[in-house]
């Protein structure tokens, strides 16, 4: 069974920087894509960023330039830089095990296991 923590929330003010960590364990066939996306009360889940088994990555506009997504494959994590923060990304951040077919744009409905979240606030 595949089991994501995630960990690294937090409150900051608007311009900080933030990482974001997610442990991995379980079996996560080799083609599947981590990501992560967000979520805010009474909003649609957002992608956020997406990187393949290639080490290819990919961003949501409003976030591009600003957040890097990476992982250790050694320590079986998946990172969030995020900088620049800005008070529109609050929301509760999830790592998620993507399957191979999604795009960034397409990401929510290809979602195959995420985490409970980690909180990110940010304050004008």
């Known amino acids: 069974q595949v089991q994501l923590q995630e960990s690294g929330g937090g409150s900051v003010q608007s311009g900080g920087s933030l990482r974001l960590s997610c442990a991995a364990s379980?079996?996560?066939?080799?083609?599947?894509?981590m990501g992560w996306f967000r979520q805010t009360p009474g909003k649609e889940r957002e992608g956020v960023a997406l990187?393949?088994?290639?080490?290819?990555?990919s961003y949501a506009d409003s976030v591009q330039g600003r957040f890097t997504i990476s992982q250790d494959n050694a320590k079986n994590t998946l990172y969030l830089q995020m900088n620049v923060l800005k008070p529109e990304d609050t929301a509760m951040y999830y790592c998620?095990?993507?399957?191979?077919?999604?795009?960034?744009?397409?990401?929510?409905?290809?979602?195959?296991?995420w985490g409970q979240g980690t909180q990110v606030t940010v304050s004008s």
């Open positions: 998620a095990v993507v399957s191979e077919l999604a795009t960034i744009a397409t990401m929510i409905p290809f979602l195959r296991f």
């Open positions: 990187i393949d088994r290639t080490g290819s990555t």
């Open positions: 379980g079996y996560i066939y080799s083609s599947y894509s």
